[in-house]
Nanobody, 124 residues
Framework: QVQLVESGGGLVQAGGSLRLSCAASGRTFSSYVMGWFRQAPGKERDFVALISRSGGITYYADSVKGRVTISRDNAKNMVYLQMNSLKPEDTAVYYC?????????????????WGQGTQVTVSS
């Protein structure tokens, strides 16, 4: 069983920055691919970013590329999402997720565990 707890969301003006954190339980955190997804009201849950087990490989959605950085600290069982130059369209609930099979996939259906989400609201 893996438990994920996100934090760091909030209200920010357009152009601002936020750093989301996700704390994971479990002794084998370094064996999980970790992803961030987001879901705006009335929309599907979309891929934002993922990071491989070692942190050496990252992928980003085109909509956030260049503005967002995903990172992880395997010693602390933490994954982060640094978001800069935020736009109103980034407003959503942000979820971290763990993929135990390690496929570096952008599909939300491949992720096994999810956090409860943290709200990010960007005002114009």
């Amino acid at each position: 069983q893996v438990q994920l707890v996100e934090s760091g969301g909030g209200l920010v003006q357009a152009g601002g920055s936020l750093r989301l954190s996700c704390a994971a339980s479990g002794r084998t955190f370094s064996s999980y691919v970790m992803g961030w997804f987001r879901q705006a009201p009335g929309k599907e849950r979309d891929f934002v970013a993922l990071i491989s087990r070692s942190g050496g490989i990252t992928y980003y959605a085109d909509s956030v590329k260049g503005r967002v950085t995903i990172s992880r600290d395997n010693a602390k069982n933490m994954v982060y999402l640094q978001m800069n130059s935020l736009k109103p369209e980034d407003t959503a609930v942000y979820y971290c997720a763990a993929d135990l099979r390690g496929g570096n996939t952008q599909s939300r259906y491949e992720y096994d565990y999810w956090g409860q989400g943290t709200q990010v609201t960007v005002s114009s």
